[in-house]
């Protein structure tokens, strides 16, 4: 049984951000799909400086799924809710709140990428197995795609971008016991 | 015009805005190319969210009508004390558009919270009000209110001025921590009389509703038998100082009052008008208890932040739950999210073996 991978933008950014984004194109084997909210972050982030690679990804991902109906764009509305927070804008949280919907409305067998805390709880709640980029790196060097000497490369550039860090990875032995033990 | 789907309620926006925005500028403007926002306009296409968001902000209309083609039932709708302008004689609220983020926010904290108990009815006038907030209810103003009438009452820096909505039958009161605590207690008593009258659907205030707020509130916080009762033409500085310490209000709140109910303002009043309510204070009033500085523990209190505890606890109990985001309670409790000690459950991640099998990258075990 082939899974479909949903990324959101956090996740496209990280790849872009390492110039890797052939790993993510890799990983997913052409079952990666997305939402058009996060179609749409993503042709935001691309004009941003450094994060000109995410230019590939609509090759990667291809037509991005809408929301179709009424109910759905007001289920998006309802998750979206969940997620934000005081101050934030019109369009914030909307591509996690799209991908949640579409997911779970449409019954679609597939998992989501995120590394947003609060979007991989809400997507856990409606049964949405999720993963972050530490897990699809960590995944991209069980299968040999990416030696480790590279990966914690990797980690040490995500994390001088505050992109956050790997759960339990504070050095390179940590970070080898964790992820290769 | 047909405003039966999404598309035909876009192009009903765009041709409400204003005949010199043209289709072209709008999809500029939101970030569509023309050929995909006439597509959409013309439900040959779906819209994004963010598409719908952004052209919602774009045409000033709601999300939620152009999802639906009904009004929002969570609008917003409120009341405002307004600033009098002594020269001109205009009402108005400088501070609205600030204000408003401010509002949008406290409306997402009740969004989140879901539904609370609706608040019971409340007084139409002020003897009534009185009755039900008991004896002495100025000191203990916002806790009588919640204890007793389930009007929740919000205290956060930076709004201009204070406001009253509602929120699925609770009503809230939203006022600006100042210290000025006779400020506050007159705004309380203002959006109070808001609520009474039913004034919150009215959007903008009358100058009338604006005038019988005022009117209600300082019947309330100084009625006119204790007007009276205070023998305002022999009336001392320190009975002036009293006055105003017990009843919680502002020397030309007391002078307005007095004009109101045809009573002469006393020498010792119209001395101390357009002068510092805290000023008299500390020059006339005593403290009962020696050595308290009662003064300034007073404005302390009317200068920290503050949310209803309903409103807080159904914040825990859904972020424990995992169910919302802890921003807005960290944002209401003013703490940084990590500082909360408020942990949502552990959500343990997909298993990385089984990702690699489904994406067809590791065989089945």
């Known amino acids: 049984m082939t899974t479909i991978l949903f990324p959101d933008n956090t996740v496209l950014i990280n790849f872009a951000l390492l110039n890797r984004v052939d790993i993510l194109d890799r990983i997913m084997r052409g079952q990666g799909r997305w939402c058009a909210a996060v179609s749409d972050e993503c042709a935001q982030s691309a004009k941003e400086v450094g994060l000109e690679a995410m230019a590939a990804y609509p090759a990667i991902l291809g037509s991005p799924l809408f929301p179709a109906t009424p109910a759905e764009h007001l289920e998006v509305r309802l998750l979206r809710d969940r997620l934000v927070g005081p101050g934030d804008g019109p369009t914030r949280h909307l591509g996690e709140a799209e991908t949640v919907a579409i997911i779970s409305g449409r019954q679609i067998d597939a998992v989501f990428a995120t590394d947003d805390r609060d979007a991989r709880m809400l997507a856990d709640m409606r049964g949405i197995t999720t993963y972050t980029t530490w897990d699809l790196l960590r995944l991209a060097g069980k299968v040999k795609l990416v030696d480790p000497d590279t990966l914690w490369g990797y980690v040490l550039t995500l994390r001088a971008r505050a992109r956050g860090n790997p759960p339990g990875v504070h050095d390179r032995r940590s970070f080898d016991l964790t992820w290769f033990g | ?365």
């Open chain 2, 1 to 365: 015009m047909d405003t039966q789907t999404i598309g035909a309620r876009v192009r009903r926006a765009i041709a409400d805005r204003a005949s010199s925005v043209t289709q072209y500028q709008v999809a500029e403007a939101v970030g569509m190319t023309p050929d995909a926002l006439s597509r959409a306009t013309n439900d040959k296409r779906a819209f994004s969210s963010v598409e719908l968001a952004r052209l919602a902000d774009y045409l000033g209309v709601e999300v939620h009508w152009l999802i639906t083609g009904e009004p929002d039932p969570h609008r917003r709708r409120y009341a405002a004390r307004h600033r009098f302008d002594r020269d001109t004689g205009a009402r108005d609220v400088p501070g609205r558009d600030q204000d408003e983020l401010i509002l949008a926010d406290l409306e997402l904290a009740y969004r989140q919270a879901g539904a609370l108990p609706p608040s019971h009815d409340v007084p139409r006038t002020p003897a009534e009000m009185r009755e039900v907030l008991g004896s002495g209810f100025v000191r203990p103003f916002i806790d009588r209110l919640e204890e007793r009438l389930a009007v929740d009452v919000v205290r956060v820096p930076d709004l201009s001025t204070g406001y009253s909505f509602a929120v699925d039958g609770r009503y809230v009161i939203a006022v600006p921590a100042t210290g000025n605590w006779f400020w506050e207690n007159f705004s309380l008593a203002h959006e109070l009389a808001h609520v009474a009258a039913g004034h919150l659907d009215d959007e903008p205030a009358t100058e009338a509703a604006e005038l019988a707020a005022n009117r209600w509130a300082a019947d309330l916080l100084m009625p006119r038998a204790d007007v009276v009762a205070a023998d305002f033409p022999s009336l001392t500085v320190e009975g002036l100082a009293s006055w105003v310490w017990d009843h919680g209000v502002s020397i030309d709140a007391t002078a307005n009052r007095l004009d109101a109910l045809g009573i002469e303002a006393p020498l010792v009043l119209r001395e101390w008008m357009g002068q510092k309510t805290q000023r008299l204070l500390r020059r006339h009033w005593r403290c009962p208890e020696p050595g308290l500085d009662a003064i300034t523990a007073r404005m302390d209190e009317a200068a920290r932040r503050r949310f209803p505890q309903p409103l807080l606890r159904a914040h825990v109990d859904l972020v424990e739950s995992g169910a919302i985001s802890a921003r807005t309670l960290a944002w209401m409790l003013d703490v940084a999210v990590d500082e909360l000690e408020v942990e949502p459950p552990a959500r343990p991640g997909g298993d990385v073996d089984e990702l690699a099998v489904g994406l067809g990258l590791m065989p089945t075990p």
